[in-house]
């Protein structure tokens, strides 16, 4: 029997931590095929519209991750650790459009200084030193 170990947002929407796969040494892309067919909740959270293996999805067997098009060649037995989670970051390679200005630094084009005593703004030249 082979543990899938689930983590958020699976958890909620399987209502599972783990499932278990009654099978012994496979491939790893046959037994998430498998736990999909015994729990129609995670079928509907780990396959797309055409019934193959989301890509939202990373696989963990072992500690080394791996993604909907490398389950094929992944054997997995009764002693491996598979975990099953969504990655947390992500990123574009667009680079970011730059935010406007709001507040004091629109008005005098002045960057606040991050300090918040009187005594720290006189000697970084916020304020006139007193007289």
């Known amino acids: 029997m082979v543990r899938l170990k689930l983590m958020p947002p699976l958890t909620r929407l ?5 499932i278990v796969v009654d099978v012994g040494r496979a491939p790893l892309r046959a037994v998430l095929e498998r736990a999909a067919a015994g ?3 995670f079928r509907s959270a780990m396959l797309d519209a055409q019934g193959d293996l989301s890509g939202e999805y990373s696989c963990l067997v072992n500690g ?3 993604n909907a098009a490398d389950l094929a060649g992944v054997e997995v037995g009764e ?3 598979i975990v099953l989670l969504m990655p947390l970051a992500g990123g ?3 680079p970011p459009t730059p935010r406007p200005a709001i507040g004091r630094r629109a008005r005098t084009g002045m960057t606040p200084v991050p300090t918040l005593g009187v005594r720290s703004r006189r000697r970084a030249g916020v ?3 007193p007289s």
């Not at 399987?14 to 783990?18: D, I, K, L, P, T």
């Open 14 to 18: 399987v209502g599972a931590r783990e």
């Open 39 to 41: 729990s129609p909740k």
């Open 64 to 66: 080394r991750r791996y």
């Open 79 to 81: 002693d491996d650790e």
């Open 92 to 94: 574009t390679s667009v």
């Open 127 to 129: 304020y006139p030193q």
